[in-house]
């Protein structure tokens, strides 16, 4: 008790040695340390001298193993380290775990101490309980001067540890760059663990490119293998990625010999998935995942169009289409494919009965190859696989279409990746788009048979407008639960937890809302919230009040789309019918129309995202430029019927000699007063006819529905956007959109009555059910 109610110093100690029956080994508490221990760990040179002279044991272990010269190691304590030394310390002991003091100078990097006490130790290469010796350990803390000590006092450079990793697998696998360089620089061999692990595993596992780089430098052939382990499921890809990316950026050589290298790649894995030989689930992920970390490093490289160049500057001026000259191959047996498919739909839409032999389709195959220049291994190899796919077909009673179109639509999504990653961000490929057309008629059967092929493999359609067009017939033509599920489950790819309310950690990500203002707070906090923690979730509070959760977040959701709607805002304006609400032409009114506008298309967007329900309902045509779809004058009809009805006057009655007197030009009110604004260039000196009335009709309804508000509908479709995509969106009509942003506007009773499950023993004869429906019935009929 003396030592800890009293400084421990010299003093102190000398003190309490004139005590001559005091014993200077006496172990104290529960780890069991003597004096001399407290002294080396405390540094106090002073009090551990006067110990020796009084016959402290230098080599006393405490309850852990360790002895004094440990623990002066462990925290540098190189005077005393130098006086238990003169006193006969033994370096060679080892503690419980078998570390000795030079385990503990590599641990801390203390090459200065090290230098020392090397002179001391008998075996440079003692082992811990773990087989680790010092050299182990300072490689994988990295400490450079300190390994190269121990490599220089004779340390075992390849020793392995009882899992069998060498120094280099310890410096590998903590992205130790330098430290590697040093030990393959003085002979260190690439050895793998008792489990197969390599130290190159290990650099790829971690993300360590530059340690990576070293291991390829001293090893050349590691390079291929850098290149197949893109095909190993079990390291994530971002790691690969940013391996590849550092080894390619090192030199204009390095990157294109990894893009051509994984091009090869790609392409053998793209034939083996269209071999029936192989797993199309392997295969397909396999490809995919090549390709998505060939375009990354493209992208990267000085080939890449965002560096507005065509050639890699590697001394050879190698141009950009070398690099996916291997895919060629590919791309050029998908073509055949598609051709061979259409010519297959085309016999049987003139024959249903017929079924092609395989050695017709061999000799449609040769022809087809006739003025083909590739190699001949590549021709014979190719047509065997489409021979033993159409065998296999027919011999299983299917078409060839439920046999390839999977494994084709992979290769397809591969080759519009390769196509997008050579264009300007924003762009589609002019290749692709060309390729498409050709083979329009096969991959809207692909699309027919399965349409969510599209969120698996064509996401081209949903990233490219005009061609979407093509299928949206095929699209729209699905039930709308299905197409529901496909718009969430693309929409929500990637977030971490799709749960309506996200409850922070943080008390800045509440939206905390006034009531007293809650269109104004509301528009102020989300502005401050970043979109993707918006997409993570929401969570409300209301100032002054405690409450949070799902029925908070619902009832913001439902007030705050009434204000959105409010007359003193001036955004929206009651339609004729009463009920659904239309951008106001003259928002301008209020300065800040066009923000609040944006606002409103946040809110709408972000509740359409986390599936929340908005207490309005909108004009057909303010849903048509949400999806973007054409106005036409029957829409007309919401905000002016009379008006609409003389449209559709003119249309269905021949004007000719009406003398009516019309030009392309109208009349509209601004602000209360009339202004005349014409539909085209020089439209108050173009007459109507009878042979233009319909482009006259078009463009007075564009103009009532579209041009007036124009600035307002951008305002909100910019809003909208940020949560909902314009090609997610699209795949639903203006009904739809309606029910997936405010649900049913009227209760259909026997709709309802019909889908009811009845549980616990009740049927819909049940006297209690009857009366429980008759009230419903009742009440929904009040509320309608």
Same mark, same amino acid.
């Given at each position: 008790?003396?030592?800890?109610?009293?400084?421990?110093?010299?003093?102190?100690?000398?003190?309490?040695?004139?005590?001559?029956?005091?014993?200077?080994? !006496?172990?104290?508490?529960?780890?069991?340390?003597?004096?001399?221990?407290?002294?080396?760990?405390?540094?106090?040179?002073?009090?551990?001298?006067?110990? @020796?002279?009084?016959?402290?044991?230098?080599?006393?272990?405490?309850?852990?193993?360790?002895?004094?010269?440990?623990?002066?190691?462990?925290?540098?304590?190189?005077?005393?380290?130098?006086?238990? &030394?003169?006193?006969?310390?033994?370096?060679?002991?080892?503690n419980n775990e078998g570390l000795t003091a030079i385990h503990w100078l590599a641990?801390?990097?203390?090459? $200065?101490?090290?230098?020392?006490?090397?002179?001391?130790?008998?075996?440079?290469?003692? $082992?811990?309980?773990?087989?680790?010796?010092?050299?182990?350990?300072?490689?994988?803390?990295?400490?450079?001067?300190?390994?190269?000590?121990?490599?220089?006092?004779?340390?075992?450079?390849?020793?392995?540890?009882?899992?069998?990793?060498?120094?280099?697998?310890?410096?590998?696998?903590?992205?130790?760059? +330098?430290?590697?360089?040093?030990?393959?620089?003085?002979?260190?061999?690439?050895?793998?663990?008792?489990?197969?692990?390599?130290?190159?595993? &290990?650099?790829?596992?971690?993300?360590?490119?530059?340690?990576?780089?070293?291991?390829?430098?001293?090893?050349?052939?590691?390079?291929?293998?850098?290149?197949?382990?893109?095909? %190993?499921?079990?390291?994530?890809?971002?790691?690969?990625?940013?391996?590849?990316?550092?080894?390619?950026?090192?030199?204009?050589?390095?990157?294109?010999?990894?893009?051509?290298?994984?091009?090869?790649?790609?392409?053998?894995?793209?034939?083996?998935? &269209?071999?029936?030989?192989?797993?199309?689930?392997?295969?397909?992920?396999?490809?995919?995942?090549?390709?998505?970390?060939?375009?990354?490093?493209?992208?990267?490289?000085?080939? *890449?169009?965002?560096?507005?160049?065509?050639?890699? !500057?590697?001394? %050879?001026?190698?141009?950009?289409?070398?690099?996916?000259?291997?895919?060629?191959?590919?791309?050029?047996? @998908?073509?055949?494919?598609?051709?061979?498919?259409?010519?297959?739909?085309?016999?049987?839409?003139?024959?249903?009965?017929?079924?092609?032999?395989?050695?017709?389709?061999?000799? @449609?195959?040769?022809?087809?190859?006739?003025?083909?220049?590739?190699?001949?291994t590549s021709k014979l190899s190719s047509l065997l696989d489409h021979q033993i796919?159409?065998?296999?077909?027919?011999?299983?009673?299917?078409?060839?279409?439920?046999?390839?179109?999977?494994?084709?639509?992979?290769?397809?999504?591969?080759?519009?990746?390769?196509?997008?990653?050579?264009?300007?961000?924003?762009?589609?490929?002019?290749?692709?788009?060309?390729?498409?057309?050709?083979?329009?008629?096969?991959?809207?059967?692909?699309?027919?048979?399965?349409?969510?092929?599209?969120?698996?493999?064509?996401?081209?359609?949903?990233?490219?407008?005009?061609?979407?067009?093509?299928?949206?017939?095929?699209?729209?033509?699905?039930?709308?639960? +299905?197409?529901?599920?496909?718009?969430?489950?693309?929409?929500?790819?990637?977030?971490?937890?799709?749960?309506?309310?996200?409850?922070?950690?943080?008390?800045?990500?509440?939206?905390?809302?006034?009531?007293? *203002?809650?269109?104004?707070?509301?528009?102020?906090?989300?502005?401050?919230?970043?979109?993707?923690?918006?997409?993570?979730?929401?969570?409300?509070?209301?100032?002054?009040?405690?409450?949070?959760?799902?029925?908070?977040?619902? $009832?913001?959701?439902?007030?705050?789309?009434? $204000?959105?709607?409010?007359?003193?805002?001036?955004?929206?304006?009651?339609?004729?019918?009463?009920?659904?609400?239309?951008?106001?032409?003259? *928002?301008?009114?209020?300065?800040?129309?066009?923000?609040?506008?944006?606002?409103?298309?946040?809110?709408?967007?972000?509740?359409? !995202?986390?599936?929340?329900?908005?207490?309005?309902?909108?004009?057909?045509?303010?849903?048509?430029?949400?999806?973007?779809?054409?106005?036409?004058?029957?829409?007309?009809?919401?905000?002016?019927?009379? !008006?609409?009805?003389? &449209?559709?006057?003119?249309?269905?009655?021949?004007?000719? +000699?009406?003398?009516?007197?019309?030009?392309? *030009?109208?009349?509209?009110?601004?602000?209360?007063?009339? #202004?005349?604004?014409?539909?085209?260039?020089?439209?108050?000196?173009?007459?109507?006819?009878?042979?233009?009335?319909?482009?006259?009709?078009?463009?007075?309804?564009?103009?009532?529905?579209?041009?007036?508000?124009?600035?307002?509908?951008?305002?909100?479709?910019?809003?909208?956007?940020?949560?909902?995509?314009?090609?997610?969106?699209?795949?639903?009509?203006?009904? #739809?959109?309606?029910?997936?942003?405010?649900?049913?506007?009227?209760?259909?009773?026997?709709?309802?009555?019909?889908?009811?499950?009845?549980?616990?023993?009740? +049927?819909?004869?049940?006297?209690?059910?009857?009366?429980?429906?008759?009230?419903?019935?009742?009440?929904?009929?009040?509320?309608?």
């Open positions: 008790m003396f030592l800890f109610s009293v400084p421990f110093n010299n003093r102190s100690v000398s003190e309490l040695l004139l005590n001559s029956k005091f014993d200077v080994n !006496y172990a104290f508490g529960r780890v069991k340390r003597s004096l001399l221990h407290i002294a080396a760990n405390c540094g106090s040179v002073e009090c551990l001298v006067l110990l @020796l002279k009084r016959g402290a044991n230098p080599n006393y272990q405490d309850i852990s193993g360790c002895t004094p010269l440990h623990l002066a190691a462990r925290n540098g304590q190189k005077k005393c380290m130098a006086k238990l &030394l003169e006193y006969n310390a033994d370096v060679n002991i080892c641990v801390n990097g203390r090459t $200065e101490l090290l230098h020392d006490l090397v002179q001391h130790v008998s075996n440079v290469d003692v $082992e811990d309980a773990m087989g680790q010796t010092a050299l182990h350990v300072a490689c994988q803390n990295g400490h450079k001067t300190t390994v190269l000590c121990l490599l220089d006092s004779g340390a075992d450079i390849n020793r392995p540890n009882v899992s069998g990793a060498t120094p280099l697998y310890f410096a590998c696998s903590h992205g130790q760059r +330098d430290t590697a360089q040093i030990l393959l620089s003085r002979g260190a061999k690439y050895l793998a663990d008792k489990s197969g692990i390599t130290p190159l595993d &290990l650099c790829v596992q971690g993300g360590y490119g530059e340690t990576c780089e070293i291991l390829i430098q001293h090893h050349g052939r590691l390079f291929q293998t850098l290149i197949q382990m893109t095909q %190993n499921e079990d390291i994530k890809e971002n790691m690969l990625r940013q391996v590849l990316e550092h080894v390619s950026q090192q030199s204009d050589s390095h990157y294109h010999k990894i893009l051509i290298s994984l091009a090869e790649v790609a392409t053998t894995n793209g034939h083996k998935l &269209l071999s029936l030989s192989s797993s199309y689930e392997a295969q397909m992920k396999s490809l995919l995942r090549i390709v998505r970390i060939f375009c990354h490093v493209f992208r990267l490289g000085p080939s *890449s169009p965002n560096n507005g160049n065509d050639m890699g !500057y590697n001394g %050879n001026k190698t141009p950009r289409s070398q690099v996916f000259k291997p895919l060629e191959l590919l791309w050029h047996s @998908l073509d055949e494919w598609l051709v061979l498919i259409f010519k297959e739909l085309e016999r049987n839409r003139k024959n249903p009965s017929s079924s092609t032999s395989s050695t017709e389709i061999a000799s @449609l195959l040769l022809k087809q190859r006739e003025s083909d220049h590739s190699d001949t796919v159409m065998e296999e077909a027919y011999a299983d009673g299917d078409d060839v279409i439920s046999m390839t179109a999977n494994r084709l639509s992979a290769v397809i999504q591969a080759f519009y990746m390769c196509c997008s990653c050579q264009m300007p961000q924003g762009m589609t490929s002019p290749r692709f788009i060309e390729f498409v057309c050709k083979h329009d008629e096969v991959l809207k059967c692909f699309v027919t048979r399965n349409p969510k092929i599209i969120f698996d493999h064509f996401h081209f359609l949903l990233e490219c407008p005009e061609l979407m067009s093509r299928f949206m017939h095929i699209i729209k033509g699905q039930p709308f639960k +299905d197409r529901s599920e496909w718009f969430y489950e693309h929409l929500l790819a990637g977030q971490p937890n799709s749960d309506m309310v996200h409850r922070p950690v943080n008390e800045s990500d509440i939206l905390l809302i006034h009531r007293d *203002s809650i269109f104004r707070s509301s528009c102020e906090m989300v502005s401050k919230s970043t979109n993707e923690k918006l997409k993570q979730g929401i969570a409300v509070r209301f100032h002054g009040e405690e409450g949070m959760g799902q029925g908070v977040v619902r $009832e913001w959701f439902d007030i705050l789309s009434n $204000e959105i709607i409010n007359p003193d805002y001036a955004l929206f304006t009651q339609s004729a019918d009463g009920t659904t609400f239309q951008p106001n032409s003259n *928002s301008s009114v209020n300065p800040d129309h066009l923000n609040y506008f944006q606002f409103a298309g946040h809110i709408l967007g972000l509740a359409l !995202y986390h599936r929340q329900l908005v207490n309005i309902y909108f004009t057909r045509s303010f849903y048509k430029h949400i999806l973007g779809i054409p106005v036409n004058y029957q829409d007309v009809s919401s905000i002016d019927p009379e !008006y609409a009805k003389n &449209l559709q006057w003119i249309l269905d009655n021949d004007i000719s +000699d009406l003398g009516l007197e019309l030009s392309f *030009s109208v009349e509209t009110d601004v602000f209360g007063a009339m #202004e005349e604004v014409p539909l085209k260039p020089g439209g108050s000196s173009i007459l109507v006819t009878q042979d233009n009335k319909e482009e006259y009709v078009q463009l007075v309804t564009e103009l009532r529905m579209t041009r007036a508000i124009q600035p307002q509908i951008n305002a909100f479709l910019q809003g909208f956007h940020t949560f909902i995509p314009p090609s997610l969106i699209q795949l639903f009509d203006e009904y #739809e959109l309606e029910l997936l942003l405010s649900g049913m506007p009227e209760i259909d009773v026997e709709d309802w009555c019909r889908n009811t499950e009845y549980t616990g023993g009740y +049927d819909p004869q049940d006297p209690v059910i009857q009366v429980g429906a008759s009230s419903f019935c009742f009440m929904a009929a009040v509320k309608n």
